[in-house]
Structure formats: structure tokens, C-alpha cells
């Protein structure tokens, strides 16, 4: 058995009619995340840490933001592909942790939410995945609520 380690990092920016999706969650908020896809920055980066921890390429060379396929589509599709992808591979998650920085909207009553969303798509219970939510003070960079960034680490192992 081998154990492996990814890192994955993502920022949208936020404006006005766009709907908000995070950890496949829709949350009430009067801006969205703009994106190719549905913003979904933190699915973002914990596909960047799944394929990081494979040892393959990222989330942009697997589904190119020019590709119309992809246009508007929900994040939580391209995480189900990248999942195929990592138990063709043979390869299961042991733990994935993450954090989600934002100014606004205060996303701590919707971790529950993210969890119910997420778990089943990446086949681990809720003690196996970590969602914290944490502001910049105010300080820029994901901050004064004009975008949103997201930080995950997985942990996985190949039999
Ligand atoms: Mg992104």
C-alpha cells in the first residue's frame, strides 16, 4: 500500500448574478462565485488535491475552461469524473481536509450541508473529511467580500 499526499488552491472571484456554490451547496447570498464552471471554488481544490496525490496534471488540463462542455456545469459532476478516475487508478481517500476563506457570507451554518453533499460523491464518511470556514479580517486576498478562497489537502492510498 502505498500512501500519497495533494495540495489544492483555488479563488473566484464574487459578483452579482451569479448564483453561490460551494461544497456543492447552494448557498443564499446576493453574489455568486464567477467561474467557467459554477465557481464551486473549494470542489475546485480538493479535485487539485485528489490529483496532486495521483500524481497527475490539475483541474484546468483536465477540463479546459474553453471547452463549452463545461460551461455552467456543477462542480460536483467534475468531481465525480475525477473520482472514476481515482478508483480506476486504484487509489481510495483516507482523509481530505480543507478550508474555505471568506469575508462573506458566513458560511458556518452550511458545513453540515457541504458534508451530506460531498461525502457520498468522494465514498468516505463525515470524520473523513474536514470543512473549516475562516475570514481574512477584512485584510484582502479573499476578503471584503469580493471573492472566495479555498485551501484542501487529501490524503489517499494505492492498494
Ligand atoms: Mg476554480
Redesign the pocket.
Known sequence: MKIKIGIGY?I?RLEEQRKLYLGGVKIPFSLGLV?H?D?D?LI?AIIDALLGAMGEGD?GQLFPDTELQYKDIRSTELLKEVMKRLRKKNFKIIHIDSIIIADEPKLASHILDMKKSLCPILQIKEDQLGLKAKTNEGLGFGSQGKAVACWAVALVNKK
Open positions: 483555488d473566484h467561474g464552471s465557481g471554488g475546485h483541474i
